[in-house]
């Protein structure tokens, strides 16, 4: 018996649509999980470096006698920009008199409950006792008047 000529089909079966349209779907939500991933690690990278200058710049503050207000507890900065860090200090007394240790961290709290936070030490010399620009320098002391016959 002779077997009817078939004609071959020129293009892609059903099953082979569906296995590549999965393998599609499959890649493309890999792909927007990774581009949530990476969004998150950028605003971790951008608040880091944001608490990081403004610890800096409290420190600062704090070396040259600027803020005085080395609190237990945080406080909010009070410019626009920053309303969402918050900011503590600690300075001490180092075994040398007239040397000072200030901590300063700052921290920024995200909405999903993670802390992002930047802590900066430095030892520094006590303003009340540094001098500055503005100082008198001491008088050369007067020669000795010679005693009189």
């Not at 792909?31 to 971790?44: K, P």
């Amino acid at each position: 018996m002779a077997t009817p000529n078939r004609q071959r089909r020129v293009g892609l079966t059903l099953l082979e649509v569906i296995v590549s349209t999965a393998i599609f779907l499959i890649s493309v939500i890999a792909i927007a999980q990774l581009s949530n991933i990476g969004t998150e690690r950028a605003v971790d990278v951008q608040l880091q470096t944001r608490t990081s200058l403004r610890c800096h710049g409290k420190l600062a503050e704090i070396v040259i006698g600027a803020e005085t207000n080395a609190s237990g507890g945080y406080t909010p900065f009070t410019d626009d920009f920053d309303k969402d860090l918050q900011w503590r200090a600690e300075v001490g007394l180092t075994e040398v008199a007239g040397l000072l240790l200030a901590k300063v961290w700052v921290k920024a709290e995200l909405p999903s409950g993670k802390v992002v936070e930047s802590q900066l030490s430095q030892m520094f010399v006590d303003p009340t006792i540094r001098g500055t620009t503005f100082d008198q320098p001491n008088p050369p002391p007067s020669p000795p008047t010679p005693p009189t016959p």
